[in-house]
T-cell receptor, first 113, second 111 residues
Framework: QQQVKQSPQSLIVQKGGIPIINCAYE??????FPWYQQFPGKGPALLIA?????SEKKEGRFTISFNKSAKQFSLHIMDSQPGDSATYFC????????????FGTGTRLKVLA | DVKVTQSSRYLVKRTGEKVFLECVQD?????MFWYRQDPGLGLRLIYF???????EKGDIPEGYSVSREKKERFSLILESASTNQTSMYLC??????????FGPGTRLTVL
């Protein structure tokens, strides 16, 4: 019940393409769903986050789609660029209680020039 | 901007040594976390602290301990380092709306 399943493990797209990374969770008590971007040798950086009261959130070229009934959420990167090549992690958390994050296992994205 | 700093970027230690990893945050956050990151396994929670002197075990606490004597500082201790503790260690602190801010990580190699 505590797992967050992330797919795919890796993804290669051409510049300008729209990579989509998917995550699924089980615990309906989760109420905060962030995405992190990590470049090699760096710590993860918060990219965008969503709460279950909205179905979509956009920040620049990054969009989260959220499907509460299916317990799934996904990250879309519009007009992807080679500089977006990184590892992306989804996570789920409860904003009350222990505040622990449950992370997905990560998606390594490569955007070809 | 929130800043989370870690004492070392790279560390090489020998089996059996006691290892201290330090983390400092400058935003007066109450909650701090230690993770390890391994290829294919993502980030796994070792320990977290929700206040000074308060700590809780995460998912993989065996072989580790922590110390939080001051609000801004959270230390991870490997009592007797082993080769299977070779990993990237990441510290994070939690903001007011649930977001976690990560440090740059410490890549630890145990020989």
């Amino acid at each position: 019940q505590q797992q967050v399943k992330q797919s795919p493990q890796s993804l290669i797209v051409q510049k300008g393409g729209i990579p989509i990374i998917n995550c699924a969770y089980e615990n309906t008590a989760f109420d905060y769903f962030p995405w992190y971007q990590q470049f090699p040798g760096k710590g993860p950086a918060l990219l965008i986050a969503i709460r279950p009261d909205v179905s979509e959130k956009k920040e620049g070229r990054f969009t989260i789609s959220f499907n509460k009934s299916a317990k799934q959420f996904s990250l879309h990167i519009m007009d992807s660029q080679p500089g977006d090549s990184a590892t992306y992690f989804c996570a789920a958390s409860m904003t009350s209680g222990t505040y622990k994050y449950i992370f997905g296992t990560g998606t390594r994205l490569k955007v070809l020039a | 901007d929130v800043k989370v700093t870690q004492s070392s970027r790279y560390l090489v230690k020998r089996t059996g040594e006691k290892v201290f990893l330090e983390c400092v945050q400058d935003m007066d956050h109450e909650n701090m976390f230690w993770y390890r990151q391994d290829p294919g396994l993502g980030l796994r929670l070792i320990y977290f602290s929700y206040d000074v002197k308060m700590k809780e075990k995460g998912d993989i606490p065996e072989g580790y301990s922590v110390s939080r004597e001051k609000k801004e500082r959270f230390s991870l201790i490997l009592e007797s380092a082993s080769t299977n503790q070779t990993s990237m260690y990441l510290c994070a602190s939690r903001g007011l709306i649930g977001e976690q801010f990560f440090g740059p990580g410490t890549r630890l190699t145990v020989l």
